[in-house]
């Protein structure tokens, strides 16, 4: 009777481990051993449940119940109310925010109602650091029967008529990639998967490598048998540390057993994988520069045709795909391309990993079927704005995407509707703006980064954003004239037209989805000179209303730059040439005598 | 650290390993598999409802029927320890006493099985605030 009747599934994933769920752990472990039930209960670190705002998360199985925010103190807890006494402990369980009653059961959750986990399947389920808990859940069991019983076309076939898309964010048709690589001439070929995710704000490729690496290395695999490549390099940025980590035990665990090298499976088909790691270049996650990064030159993009499939890594044919795009291949293979295509829309099948951040109650990390809408993922899986704000705008697809408004709640979320509605779907990333966030900042911001990243090779983008860039930063200074929105049109679009890769052509789409859909906040920051959200500092005025003051010193005395002036007992000035705007005034009064302007 | 050899090595090693992770799958739906609740609360442990379950969980693998398995606290039977509650898919929940391992056999059998009522049955005598 070696089964575990209870398994306490506790998030590890790089969010809920800084927040200690890995000393949790070890609390529930010794909290277990100490009541002798190591036998019966089993502390497993899982992968990201994709719930981050309130982690760290414990899960009990078989009840399925949803502990949030644990901490290692309550460990003792748990294990001797829950475990040894079977009553749940309330003050741990998840509160739904709208209707404020206690969730038991995940099951239950708006957040996972309509979340149809495949990219995600073992993510939160299993121990990523231990490969038969990935072999018991069908893990390699696609490969295997690739191996035995598909020839490679035959299996090719089968990711085209899936009709899965790149999930990297240019949405290229994945089986018609291969397709390519395969036919193209040549006895050495690679397979390269690309996790460098530069977007800032995502986190969708981390958590598929943090929590389920062998999916990744068993499409490799897959793909390496179907193009004819017997190499496989992972492009992985080196700020994922605990990704790297994971995912070099996963390859060390698959040589081990066998799944990788020499004759695997006993067919003749030999594979491996290596890392390769970047060194914080945004560029690099374009994959003609991800391929000069690996062969040590600079990270430029190159003129595309030729395309990797034909002429790659060292001039070979080289297959390039995102790691979500790797993570569903093997699913596909074994429960049927039919399946796969009857989830999502005609022309975008399949389901793609959303990372939730901004505004919203529910932040973390989700994946939804292809064609639902922005108001189901927002409000019902995102469970709405945080503290009862208005919703202003969401930003999809990061630097490279577009602001959405309210007009585009009721949009599906697929390649082609996205695109139509001026965002672009992207890697993943979705930032959520309420009323107290500046739409122009917001460009700015997302230029901010473009502009460091650029690699400078093209004059479009070194130039030409750099001129954009100064021109939001002039008018969110108050200096702006009324010529700039034209100016700013007129110079996206020429970048958009001229540059040499998607850094560049996409660089503009943040401010020009803006200038379209919030143009009266341009608007009001160059002719009224004001920041509506009260965001831009430059914009913002200090001022003492005189009916309120008492003269009591007090922001004189904190501000910092002695900025105000006046006597004991008479009405204070601010003098609004050395104001640095930084409120310390306000706080200080206690007559409400300080408003901002 | 087993090298697999070829697909069907592959395959004897997920069987072997499944009945480890299957419990997290099982957890998934379990409105459409039979749900059995072991009361565990002090007094059920001190009248052996411990080796009911283990009883319980052991039969219904060797038997390979798809079940969940939980255990709560205290029913309130507490007379007729160890109790269990048995919710058959479209089955009204029934409470069973007195269930030791012969008991079970006889219910996982002639009950979840077969579909005959058992003796031993405990009538409900109160509503649970979500019903």
């Not at chain 1, 575990?4 to 277990?32: D, F, W």
């Not at chain 1, 399947?121 to 018991?136: S, T």
């Not at chain 1, 945080?386 to 949009?411: A, E, M």
């Not at chain 1, 700015?444 to 990243?453: I, S």
Request: charge should be neutral.
């Amino acid at each position: 009777m070696a089964d575990y009747k209870i398994h306490l599934l506790v998030c590890g994933g790089t969010g809920c481990k800084s927040s200690e769920s890995q000393i949790l752990a070890e609390h529930l472990r010794s909290s277990i051993e100490n009541q002798g039930l190591s036998d019966f209960a089993q502390v497993v670190g899982t992968g990201c449940f994709g719930f981050c705002e309130k982690g760290p998360i414990v899960k009990i199985i078989p009840d399925n119940t949803f502990y949030t925010q644990v901490k290692p103190e309550d460990a003792k807890e748990i294990v001797e109310e829950h475990i040894v006494k079977g009553r749940k402990v309330s003050r741990l369980l998840y509160k739904d925010p709208k209707s404020d009653k206690i969730v038991s059961d995940s099951k239950g959750m708006e957040f996972y109602k309509k979340q149809v986990r495949i990219a995600l399947r073992n993510c939160g389920v299993i121990d990523p650091e231990n490969i038969e808990e990935y072999i018991a859940r069908d893990g390699y069991a696609s490969l295997g029967k690739v191996l035995t019983t598909l020839t490679p076309e035959a299996t090719i076939e089968i990711i085209k008529k899936s009709g899965i898309r790149g999930r990297g964010g240019a949405g290229f048709p994945t089986g018609l990639k291969w397709e390519i690589t395969r036919q193209s001439p040549g006895k050495e070929k690679y397979v390269v998967c690309n996790a460098d995710e530069g977007d800032p704000g995502a986190f969708m490729d981390r958590s598929i490598l943090e929590g389920d690496p062998h999916s990744v290395i068993e499409a490799m695999a897959i793909n390496g048998y179907c193009t004819g490549a017997s190499n496989g390099l992972v492009y992985i940025r080196a700020e994922y540390p605990l990704a790297i980590e994971r995912l070099k035990k996963a390859i060390e665990q698959a040589r081990e057993y066998g799944l990788l090298g020499e004759r695997i499976l006993g067919t003749d088909f030999s594979f491996d994988i290596n890392l390769r790691y970047g060194a914080g270049a945004f560029v690099c996650g374009e994959e003609t520069a991800l391929i000069h990064s690996m062969e040590g030159g600079r990270g430029e993009p190159t003129m595309k045709p030729p395309f990797p499939s034909v002429k790659g890594y060292l001039g070979k044919p080289t297959n390039v795909n995102n790691v979500e795009t790797f993570a569903s291949i093997p699913v596909i293979i074994n429960k049927g391309y039919e399946w796969y295509s009857s989830i999502g829309t005609e022309k975008s099948k399949g389901t793609k990993v959303f990372a939730l951040a901004g505004k919203v109650n529910n932040v973390g990390l989700i994946e939804v079927p292809m064609g639902i809408t922005l108001r189901e993922v927002i409000f019902e899986i995102g469970g709405g704005i945080k503290n009862g704000k208005k919703f202003k705008g969401v930003q999809i697809g990061g630097p490279s995407g577009g602001c959405l408004t309210y007009k585009h709640l009721d949009v599906p979320i697929d390649y082609e509707s996205l695109i139509a509605a001026g965002a672009m779907m992207g890697s993943g990333g979705m930032i959520i703006m309420d009323e107290d966030d500046c739409m122009v900042d917001v460009a700015k911001y997302f230029l901010d980064f473009t502009v460091d990243e650029s690699c400078g090779k093209c004059t479009p983008c070194r130039v030409g954003n750099k001129r954009m860039h100064e021109l939001l930063n002039n008018i969110t200074k108050g200096n702006g004239t009324k010529d700039d929105i034209d100016r700013l049109l007129n110079l996206g679009n020429v970048i958009k037209d001229t540059s040499l890769c998607m850094l560049g052509q996409s660089a503009p789409n943040p401010v020009l989805s803006i200038i379209e859909n919030f143009r009266e906040e341009y608007e009001a920051h160059i002719q009224e000179k004001k920041c509506p959200s009260g965001v831009c500092k430059a914009l913002m005025v200090y001022e003492i209303v005189p009916e309120n003051c008492v003269g009591c010193t007090a922001c004189a005395r904190a501000c910092p730059v002695g900025a105000i002036t006046g006597e004991r007992k008479e009405v204070h000035r601010i003098d609004p040439a050395l104001c640095i705007k930084c409120g310390a005034c306000m706080d200080r009064c206690k007559f409400n005598a300080v408003i901002v302007n | 650290m087993t090298k697999i050899k070829n697909l069907a090595d592959l395959r004897e090693l997920k069987d072997k390993l499944q009945s480890k992770t299957k419990l997290r799958d099982k957890s998934e739906s379990p409105d459409q598999l039979v749900q059995i609740k072991v009361a565990m609360a002090t007094c059920c442990i001190a009248s052996g409802s411990r080796e009911t379950m283990n009883y319980i969980v052991d039969e219904l693998d060797k038997r390979n029927i798809d079940a969940v398995v939980t255990q709560t606290g205290c029913m309130g039977y507490c007379y007729a320890e160890p109790t269990v509650e048995v919710i058959v898919p479209g089955k009204e929940p029934l409470v069973f006493g007195y269930v030791d391992a012969k008991r079970a056999d006889e219910i996982i059998e002639k009950y979840i099985k077969g579909g005959m009522l058992v003796e031993g049955i405990i009538p409900v005598n109160y509503k649970k605030i979500d019903q």
